[in-house]
Nanobody, 124 residues
Framework: QVQLVESGGGLVQAGGSLRLSCAAS????????MGWFRQAPGKEREFVAALAWSIRSTNYADSVKGRFTIFRDNAKNTVYLQMNSLKPEDTAVYYC?????????????????WGQGTQVTVSS
């Protein structure tokens, strides 16, 4: 079992930056691929970014490429999402996700583990 706890959400003006954190714990946490999803009001949850835990392989949604960066600190079992040049359309609840089967499971939208979510609001 893996537990995920997100932090770092908040309110920011358009063009600003935020960094989200996701601390993973549990016996198999260190072997999981990690990722971020988001869900805006009235919309379905969508993939944002993913990162393999053992190799430096990343995946991004087209809507965030060049603005968001996913990276991790293995020593802390923590994955981060650095969000720059934020837009009002980035407003959503952001969820951390993890799966031992690798980034394909995360990117595919059905990871085994989810965090509780953190709100990001971008004002215009």
């Amino acid at each position: 079992q893996v537990q995920l706890v997100e932090s770092g959400g908040g309110l920011v003006q358009a063009g600003g930056s935020l960094r989200l954190s996701c601390a993973a714990s549990g016996r198999t946490a260190s072997s999981c691929a990690m990722g971020w999803f988001r869900q805006a009001p009235g919309k379905e949850r969508e993939f944002v970014a993913a990162l393999a835990w053992s190799i430096r392989s990343t995946n991004y949604a087209d809507s965030v490429k060049g603005r968001f960066t996913i990276f991790r600190d293995n020593a802390k079992n923590t994955v981060y999402l650095q969000m720059n040049s934020l837009k009002p359309e980035d407003t959503a609840v952001y969820y951390c996700a993890a799966d031992q089967k690798g980034t394909s499971a995360v990117v595919g939208g059905s990871p085994s583990y989810w965090g509780q979510g953190t709100q990001v609001t971008v004002s215009s």
